[in-house]
């Protein structure tokens, strides 16, 4: 029997998660990641956002794609990579004072919840808008992927209103911060030199994802928003729905999915983890 992996064709994460749209949540996910001080600081002692940053941009990425359509096995050996990182990234962050450690659950589920609520802003904005149901079992399967990366399911909001509340709640408090961390990955979405594979769409993708940050976090970094942007960008993303059927699937779904879909067919050759190895990955690649 084909490997469906944890979720399947059938799930609403597969639905959600192929969609080209899931880059623009991705990367409004990394800016709300860098904005809470502990989560920057282990940023900071891996120097994952100083050295080939464009490359770990794309492949933070990674773990959700292949979480979501690989093969169990895949998925359980990215989760296991993550997590022996994981096990090392902890100290006295130099900006708060605080301590951290990047298998805390408080952290885990920030970076968790800000991924999951982001993914489906995009995917309701420029797919199809989802009802109660899809949107409560789309945040049901994600506990999977929690689970994965030792989030206890416990740990996280019961529901997907809940956890879009979690989330206002976080970042109207204090909690958030500007940090060179903060800065950096700033200035890699905003205006840092674009790969060739990136250049086409990134435009967009970087305006729409401060353009879509809560208004606090907009101040945070410093993002200057008026009606008429909200108006452009509401168009856009409109207009990027109103196109999506049109385009071919290379252009829709990402490499994953596309993969995916061969395995269950019984193709050869559909290792989803060898599309994070390239040396100049493509953001449709993860």
Do not use: C
């Amino acid at each position: 029997m084909t490997d469906a992996g944890y979720f399947g064709p059938d799930s609403i994460t597969w639905e959600v998660n192929r969609e080209l749209t899931v880059l623009f949540g991705g990367a409004r996910a990394l800016l709300m990641h860098a904005a809470h001080p502990l989560i920057a600081a282990g940023a900071r002692q891996t120097s994952m956002y100083s050295r080939d940053p464009w490359a770990r941009l794309i492949r933070t990425l990674a773990l959700q794609s292949t979480v979501t359509f690989g093969s169990r096995a895949e998925a359980d050996s990215a989760a296991e990579m993550i997590n022996r990182l994981h096990t090392r990234v902890n100290g006295i962050d130099p900006v708060t004072g605080e301590h951290y450690d990047a298998l805390d659950h408080d952290l885990l589920l920030w970076v968790h919840a800000s991924l999951e609520v982001s993914s489906l802003y995009f995917f309701e904005r420029t797919v199809r808008r989802l009802d109660a149901e899809e949107r409560q079992r789309y945040h049901t399967e994600s506990l999977i992927a929690a689970e994965l990366i030792l989030l206890p399911a416990e740990q996280v909001p019961a529901t997907i209103g809940d956890t879009e509340r979690y989330v206002d709640e976080m970042v109207a408090s204090d909690r958030m911060l500007f940090t060179d961390v903060a800065a950096d990955i700033s200035d890699i979405i905003s205006s840092g030199p674009v790969p060739r594979g990136v250049k086409w769409m990134w435009g967009f993708i970087s305006f729409a994802s401060f353009g879509t940050l809560p208004e606090p976090l907009k101040a945070l970094y410093g993002v200057k928003w008026g009606p008429w942007r909200r108006r452009w960008l509401d168009f856009n993303l409109a207009l990027l729905g109103r196109l999506r059927p049109l385009l071919p699937r290379r252009f829709r779904l990402i490499g994953p999915a596309r993969i995916a879909e061969r395995r269950l067919n019984g193709e050869p050759n559909t290792r989803i983890s060898d599309l994070a190895r390239r040396p100049d990955p493509k953001p449709t690649d993860v």
